[in-house]
């Protein structure tokens, strides 16, 4: 077997034309000795008397991929090798169209910019497009070839993790590839959409928040035509924006899968009833409202888990949280070193508001005593965190 792979990897290095099928090459590459468990049963069909004792790889190549497979698998050819040698030319055959997405120079010389930084004469977007378009075709065609979901096969070759399969293991594969295809051409859509406002920095119109609302009842109709009720809850708790902004919040916390559960149906009725592309920010009556429903919404919240919990809640919100937290593992710090920078930092931002909400003090009085404790709070931080580590986070921490 080991023969064979080595053939095949000469076999493939082999010129193609344009239409995927083999050029001649200089002379005929040919493996002797053909592997001894094809010899000593059945030949394989479709191989000539002769191969026995000289198999040419020629012999495999076929106009049609799918006559080339069948070929493969009747010699035995594992089948991770065949996907490994079909994505490898399926690759190749759309390369010359990956390239010519980018207009990059022919010959650059050392004297000119950077090839990265002349992308800025141009907008990066219309690329990306192009080439996820490019990717989609190249999955649609591997799919129909090998039955593989190939963003998936892609991620397993180099060892990363696929978030779709880790999250989605209680479906079959089919499923999972089917869903995947269906939430990029979502996401594709909504960035769309979104572009306008992301530009110019302005709210959403009322025609861009009719468009993402009727693409969400899409996206609802689209999945639960694939999954069944049951499989479709559990996809909402893994893959919806509400149960991912709920597992961020609890980072740090310890929940149960019964709290989890509890605190997404909290979460989830806001959310229907208060969608972020809904809301009219230029309205102070609809802003008014949507503050004091997500008031109810806390203290409905603190009543399920009570004080303690309900702060470790709260604090899993804070990026400061997040980003003490990777501090204390870049340095090799304990784990509660970070929890305990943390609440240095929250009760001096509650100390700063109490001050300023007294009403007893000037601007200048204010922004001298604000000085001071935050002077009193990096010389705590440094000295829990360390100076290496205080430094880091005062360089790189968000504020």
């Not at 005929?28 to 059945?42: I, N, R």
């Not at 219309?126 to 096969?153: M, P, S, T, Y």
């Not at 295809?181 to 992301?198: A, G, M, P, V, Y």
């Not at 928040?209 to 109709?221: P, S």
């Amino acid at each position: 077997m080991l023969v064979l792979n080595v053939a095949a990897v000469l076999y493939w290095a082999r010129p193609r034309d344009a239409s995927g099928r083999l050029t001649e090459p200089q002379s005929p590459l040919v493996v002797t000795q053909y592997v001894e468990k094809v010899v000593a049963g059945e030949r394989a069909s479709g191989l000539p008397p002769s191969s026995a004792e000289a198999f040419h790889w020629s012999h495999l190549e076929a106009a049609e991929y799918r006559d080339y497979i069948v070929r493969l698998r009747k010699i035995g050819c594992p089948e991770q090798t065949i996907r490994d040698l079909v994505i490898a030319d399926v690759d190749k055959l759309f390369a010359a169209r990956m390239r010519s997405i980018v207009p990059w120079r022919a010959t650059p010389a050392y004297w000119e910019s950077e090839d990265a930084d002349l992308a800025n004469n141009h907008d990066a977007r219309q690329w990306e497009r192009k080439e996820r378009e490019i990717e989609r075709e190249k999955a649609r065609i591997l799919k129909e070839l090998l039955g593989v979901d190939l963003a998936a096969e892609r991620m397993r070759v180099k060892g990363q993790v696929d978030k779709m399969d880790r999250r989605l293991a209680f479906l079959p594969e089919e499923k999972r590839s089917e869903l995947r295809t269906l939430l990029e051409t979502w996401e594709d859509q909504e960035q769309t959409i979104r572009e306008r406002s992301w530009d110019s920095g302005q709210a959403l119109t009322e025609s861009e928040r009719t468009q993402l609302r009727t693409l969400r009842e899409q996206k609802e109709l689209g999945i639960g035509s694939v999954l069944s009720p049951e499989q479709k809850e559990l996809f909402d708790l893994w893959m919806s924006p509400t149960a991912e902004s709920l597992r961020h919040d609890l980072y740090g916390m310890g929940t149960s899968e019964q709290e989890f559960r509890d605190l997404y149906e909290l979460r989830r009725e806001f959310d229907q009833q208060w969608p972020r592309d809904e809301i009219d920010v230029s309205d102070e009556n609809t802003l008014r409202a949507w503050g004091q429903a997500l008031l109810d919404l806390e203290e409905q919240i603190k009543t399920r888990l009570g004080e303690e919990k309900f702060s470790m809640y709260q604090r899993g919100q804070d990026h400061q949280f997040h980003d003490l937290s990777a501090v204390a593992s870049r340095f090799n710090l304990p784990r509660h070193r970070a929890a305990e920078a943390y609440e240095y930092l929250r009760l001096a931002r509650m100390e700063k508001q109490r001050l300023a909400d007294s009403g007893a003090y000037s601007p200048e009085q204010l922004s001298a005593i604000h000085a001071r404790v935050d002077a009193e709070v990096e010389r705590a931080l440094s000295e829990l965190l360390g100076a290496p580590a205080f430094a880091f986070l005062r360089a790189n921490g968000r504020q």
